[in-house]
């Protein structure tokens, strides 16, 4: 049992290495910020399995913490893109731009 | 074969890609990439840390490595240009007499270290074992890094929690990350305004 997690944990390594060569030769931005956030999925299924190779539960809080600093970073870096500022929230740049009705644009 | 053999062997591929990550760092020009690897590189530092059985290392790498560096780092782009400059011709051998000085020094100094799980060493011998034999019965928490420091110094990470907090809100409060807000927030004041003269009127 211990090999067979060994080799899922070994697939799970090559599968990060092939989004770095994505995150390396990405053309453009978007390509970039799919191959860092499929990343970090991959490194929470890493430390899943290697919490379960190395029998240490702890990694498990590990990897809730990654899921979630993953989800926020990405919601960070498109926001980024999106409005080139991190100065106003998400809900606020809405509600302002309803109000200056660029929607309609 | 036992577990932490095949651990060793996750352990060479993660520090891999750490060194691909790091190359990878230095050679590429576009910012945003390079910004984007260092979220990485923190993650899959993180993750070593995770196998050396450095919980609490590993958790702060993770929050502030890979969270709160990256989005620092993109606000930092914002303030320069997408592209870094091409480093010219000329080589900076003094940095590379530092930097190789400073890993001789490194080296030289491992044999003095004491051997990984000497009975006599430091870390073994004095207060460290109290702490392994009776976090167990005290604390009951796992890890006993965690339980040091969350428990037995537990005023001491609060106090510290609460400095980094104020630094925080002092930055904040200097630089103005408020100042986008200040429109809605007087017309938030309006509304509250409007909306208690309705209720006097009410009254």
């Known amino acids: 049992m211990e090999w067979v997690n060994f080799v899922i944990a070994l697939g799970v390594a090559a599968a990060m290495a092939i989004m770095l ?40 809080d590990i990897a809730i913490l990654y899921a979630l600093i993953n989800f926020v970073a990405t919601i960070a870096i498109l926001k980024f893109f999106r409005y080139r500022s991190l100065e106003i929230a998400l809900a606020q740049m809405s509600l302002r731009k309803a109000l200056d009705g660029e929607y309609e644009k | 074969m036992d577990h932490t053999d095949l651990t060793q062997y996750l352990d060479y591929v993660l520090i891999a890609m750490l060194l691909a990550v790091g190359f990878a760092i230095v050679r590429l020009r576009n910012l945003f990439a390079v910004v984007m690897l260092t979220g990485v590189y923190s993650l899959l530092s993180a993750a ?62 491992i ?41 037995y110094r537990g005023y001491d990470t609060f106090g510290e929690t609460v400095v980094i907090f104020t630094a925080a809100l002092g930055v904040m409060l200097l630089l103005g990350f408020g100042t986008g807000r200040r429109e809605d927030d007087d017309d938030a004041a309006a509304g509250k305004a409007a909306k208690a003269a309705k209720t006097e009127d009410k009254a």
């Open chain 1, 21 to 60: 060569a994505r995150l390396f030769a990405g053309p453009t931005l978007y390509d970039r910020v799919l191959a860092v956030n499929s990343f970090g999925t991959k490194t929470v299924l890493f430390l899943l399995v290697f919490s379960a190779i190395a029998g240490r539960q702890d990694a498990i």
């Open chain 2, 48 to 109: 070593w840390f995770v196998s050396l059985d450095a919980v609490d290392v590993a958790f702060t790498e993770a929050a502030v490595g890979a969270g709160i560096s990256t989005v620092l780092m993109l606000g930092a782009m914002l303030l320069t240009a997408r592209e870094s400059e091409p480093a010219g011709a000329k080589r900076h051998w003094a940095a590379l007499a530092v930097v190789v000085a400073a890993g001789a020094a490194l080296f030289f100094a």
């Open chain 2, 111 to 151: 044999p003095d270290m004491p051997v990984y799980g000497d009975p006599n060493s430091p870390a073994n011998s004095y207060v460290g074992m109290d702490y392994m034999s009776s976090t167990p019965n005290e604390i009951a928490v796992p890890n006993v890094v965690t339980a040091v420091l969350a428990s």
